[in-house]
């Protein structure tokens, strides 16, 4: 149903190593989200966009980066992966008018080692 | 601080009968949104229902309702005529009107499905 994609599913790296999430939309939604959620806990906003060019730092503070160069294209990057990243992120869309509906990727679980 | 409780970490129950999933929030707002999210093992996470603060008619969707109740700040999910594929984790959130950056999800309640 929902047409945001993201990869890897799984990823599995050592520490120091630079990661890029993806996450895509082919919706044409305007807004996009990043959150991170450990297992057993409630998801927590860590990136935010309101479009191209615009992007924002959530509640979470985040070692990672996110860049909006399209609108349907909105990647997270760790420059240098700790242990303390693994998690898993969900990013999300939604378009402005649509009372906050949230379209969720399947999620990228990403593990330290 | 807006806050969203889940009270029940798990459920189950028996397919075919209903059961309620609680939520609680706190906030100063008095215009906001209310959802429910289920995340199904391994796939993506969808929205079940919406409520927003200022209708007093409790939302619906096929066997998903809701009891909100403002003055107390609750907000509970009916799940009628359980099926198998109801079992996931629900999610209950909150979204201030003027935010729409700021929705805060509760830790989750892991509702199973017993045949």
């Known amino acids: 149903e929902a047409d945001i994609y993201q990869t890897p599913r799984y990823l599995v790296i050592g520490t120091g190593k630079k990661i890029t999430l993806e996450c895509s939309q082919t919706?044409?939604?305007?807004?996009m989200y990043w959150y991170q959620q450990d297992p057993g806990m409630e998801l927590h906003l860590i990136h935010y966009?309101?479009?191209?060019?615009?992007?924002e730092k959530g509640d979470l503070s985040s070692e990672s980066t996110v860049s909006r160069i399209r609108t349907e294209h909105f990647p997270l990057t760790l420059e240098s992966a700790r242990p303390s990243h693994t998690s898993q992120y969900l990013c999300?869309?939604?378009?402005?008018?649509?009372?906050?509906?949230?379209?969720f990727g399947s999620g990228t679980q990403l593990s330290v080692l | 601080a807006q806050t969203v409780t889940q009270s029940q970490p798990e459920m189950s129950v028996q397919e075919a009968e209903t059961v309620t999933l609680s939520c609680t929030y706190d906030?100063?707002?008095?215009?906001?949104?209310l959802f429910w999210y289920k995340q199904p093992p391994s796939r993506q996470m969808i929205l079940v229902i919406r409520?927003?603060?200022?209708?007093?008619q409790n939302a619906t969707e096929n066997r998903f309702s809701v009891n909100f109740q403002k003055a107390a700040k609750s907000f509970s999910l009916k799940i009628s005529d359980s099926q198998l594929g109801d079992a996931a984790m629900y999610f209950c959130?909150?979204?201030?009107?003027?935010?729409?950056?700021?929705?805060?999800f509760g830790k989750g309640t892991r509702l199973h499905i017993l045949p």
């Open positions: 959130a909150y979204s201030p009107m003027n935010r729409d950056d700021k929705i805060i």
């Open positions: 919706m044409g939604h305007d807004k």
């Open positions: 906030t100063s707002e008095s215009d906001y949104y």
């Open positions: 409520q927003e603060a200022y209708k007093q």
């Open positions: 966009s309101y479009g191209v060019n615009s992007t």
């Open positions: 999300a869309s939604s378009q402005t008018g649509l009372k906050r509906k949230l379209f």
